[in-house]
């Protein structure tokens, strides 16, 4: 067994690959860019090798640099992880030269399965079924338009190199696929320096069904079941299951057994994963539902999703991959690999889901997760690479951690990641968090509905949901306030500003803005120190406080809102504070985390958890928003930092609301910028190839 290795990666994966090491004993050393000088993987390792600027290609791209850190620290192999450089056979190779073991498969089997087209022509040798499509070497854009053409609407163009959804779009007709043609060969030589791609036929109801797959030196290969990947944005898997639901146990076999004979047919080494597009049909004649599965790709790595697959059979893969490529046999034979249970993953990614997944960029301000153990199969797991406080950069990948969650049902361990999702707080920037519970929720996931559709026809209850909760969320806020204001006037009664006084009823105005649109809530407070709350057309008394040691809010409003019962808690520029509120004959337990963490800000952010799910509110202080109001300005800003690709409209140009106006490239994707509203393009403000920060403004449009 190896006595040290270094980790070709960083974040998530570095901290997995790393804690498997560990427990081993095996010593590590990480590579680090200038973004990641102290990222949560230089910490984990025994060691930290710096090797470049913090773009990809100037660090974690750079293999010579890396090749030689591991001959410096006198690494036997390195481990690639995923993505980077783990499915480059050139590095691969050179690891080979120089005498380091690459923990993965031989370059020959990299460079066979890498370029899909190549790779199907392999599979249709060796019988593996396929889609029909066109995988040639010309690609010429005229040309690919007419085996699109002949292939037959909807078409989907696919990066010939590479994956994970980069340089992919679905084309539902002829005059728009040249468009698509050129977005997906821009994105895939950016991305992986090859704009090579192929055309296949787009699979109506289909499932992303994959089969884990190791082999060794020794020529023995086995597969480790099913993963279902069907949940899908923009062509990334969101949520990730094993077993997948409704296989059957004879269609399982022939999965995984026409998953071995494509490994087998590159003589394939170490952890990998051959995907498979499933069609459904409906049998007529049985009433259920046939499965016909077909060779999408195979990925020469381990993927991202590898926990439920270690959740359910017990493994850890990680620990495989080291045993094989330090020359020793698969720990079991095919038939003692046994399924136990359910588990889903579950991709927190940086982004905001109601503006087209836009990913998103910030700190982690407030970053609280649920009680998980670490890289070890249990109920609940939690792999991250980052700590409260970090930045989330738009150098790399959205993805900010991965929740597991593993139950002996499909039905229990959906309670337990819905459960465990609204356990998890992030404050800072844009999350999926609420957007995986809305998932979760709703009918299609719940039954096991599954294609990759699933989100946009299940949109009406996914998108822009918010409001679930708003009217306790909006009691919470208020509640908050109280405590703020009234902890800093200490136990003086009489300098409480809850509104309290010796005679007669006060009214007190709280306004509040959400989703854009200000609103008011109003708290009338009694002689005897009841308090009744007015939001919208609810209206009722409310109890509302800070917990007590037992959970509790104090007995009365007035106690409540005076008494010191609770903490609050400074995290950054925020305060945090647990709050009961009852209003409405229901009593719920919230989380407030204001940021700034104080008063007299225009609009203060309010950010509310609780258990049915979580919103933000504005808390606008009247006085001091109409000191700081600003005009509106006529123009189109960046919503994140990163690079101009193109324009699609110069100056002159007159466009109608939702028209695109432009091209960005960040977090190695395209995005595309709509026109907020009608108007004429006066001026551009950059040129195509420029980077821009965050709310620059990209044009004028009068």
Known sequence: MFKKILIANRGEIACRVAATAKRMGIQTVAVYSDADAHAKHVAACDEAIHVGGSAPKDSYLRWQAIIEAAKATGAQAIHPGYGFLSENEAFAEACAQAGLVFIGPPASAIQAMGLKAASKQLMEKAGVPLVPGYHGADQHPDLLKREADRIGYPVLIKASAGGGGKGMRAVEKSEDFLEALASCQREAHNSFGDQAVLIEKYVQRPRHIEIQVFGDTQGNCVYLMERDCSVQRRHQKVLEEAPAPGLSDALRQQMGEAAVAAARAVNYVGAGTVEFIVEQRDNKATGQVDMHFFFMEMNTRLQVEHPVTEAVTGLDLVEWQLRVASGEPLPLRQDRIKLTGHAIEARICAENPDNHFLPATGHLQVYKKPAHTAFERGVVRFDDGVRQGDTISPY?????????????????????????????????????????????????FAKAHLDTALIPREADVLFHQEKVGLNVAAAAVVAYTLHQENSKQGNDPFSNSDG?????????????????????????????????????????????????????????????????VGQSLAIGHQSSQALNVTWQGQRVTSEVVMQDGKLGHPAELAHVFTQAGATRIRVIQPLAHAEGAQDEKGGLTAPM??????????????????????????????????????????????????QIAEGAELLKLA
């Not at 990641?417 to 709703?442: I, K």
């Not at 708290?523 to 009841?530: E, F, I, P, S």
């Not at 108007?679 to 190839?689: F, H």
């Open 641 to 690: 930092p990163g690079k101009v690709v193109s324009f699609a409209v110069k100056v002159g140009d007159k466009v109608k609301a939702g028209q695109t106006l432009a091209v960005m490239e960040a977090m190695k994707m395209e995005h595309t910028i709509a026109a907020p509203k009608e108007g004429e393009v006066t001026e551009l403000l950059y040129a195509p190839g420029d």
């Open 396 to 444: 790399y990948d959205s993805m900010v951690a991965k929740l597991i969650v593993h139950g002996d049902t499909r039905e229990q361990t959906l309670a337990l990641l819905d459960q465990a999702l609204a356990q998890t707080q992030v404050v800072g920037l844009s999350t999926n968090v609420q957007f995986l519970r809305h998932v979760v929720h709703s009918a299609s």
């Open 500 to 564: 309290w006084q010796s005679h007669a009823e006060t009214t007190r105005r709280f306004p509040l803005e959400f989703a854009g649109e200000t609103h008011t809530a109003w708290l009338h407070h009694g002689h005897d120190g009841a308090m009744k709350l007015t939001w919208g057309d609810a209206a009722g008394p409310a109890a509302m406080g800070p917990q007590d040691e037992f959970g509790f809010a104090a007995a009365t409003p007035v106690a409540a809102s005076t008494a010191i």
